[in-house]
């Protein structure tokens, strides 16, 4: 059932290379790999499909009304950690970001991830 909602799961190119993807967690190993105390991930869900023309909004409505729940479905499932986002930002901090800029990214959505020192590397 996830495959039918995870269509891009694999994916190929046209021209037959593999797209590779990058995890969140890839990103937070790189992250502590490095000695970066911070991370922030905000994902979005998008719907495209050939079917039909999104131009002219009057006229699509109800087509408008589908897209958006399916949209709603992909991010539950999100949400719920069955499938991934299919766009994702991903934000690596070199320094300690402000209590203020912390608290801008969560009322916009991001998830803010502290990450632990390095215990066995002294302190400079």
Not at 103 to 124: C, R, S
């Amino acid at each position: 059932m996830v495959n039918k909602v995870w269509t891009n799961r694999f994916s190929f190119e046209t021209v037959g290379n593999y797209v590779y993807k990058v995890s969140e967690r890839e990103i937070e190993k790189i992250a502590m790999g490095i000695g970066l105390p911070m991370v922030a991930f905000k994902g979005i869900n998008d719907f495209y499909t050939t079917k039909f023309d999104l131009k002219s909004s009057t006229e699509n409505r109800k087509i408008f009304r589908k897209v958006k729940s399916k949209i709603r479905v992909k991010n539950l499932l999100c949400r719920l950690g069955i499938i991934p986002y299919e766009l994702e930002a991903c934000v690596i901090f070199k320094h300690q970001p402000s209590a203020e800029i912390l608290a801008g990214m969560k009322g916009q959505g991001f998830k803010v991830l502290v990450l632990p020192e390095n215990p066995y590397l002294e302190e400079k």
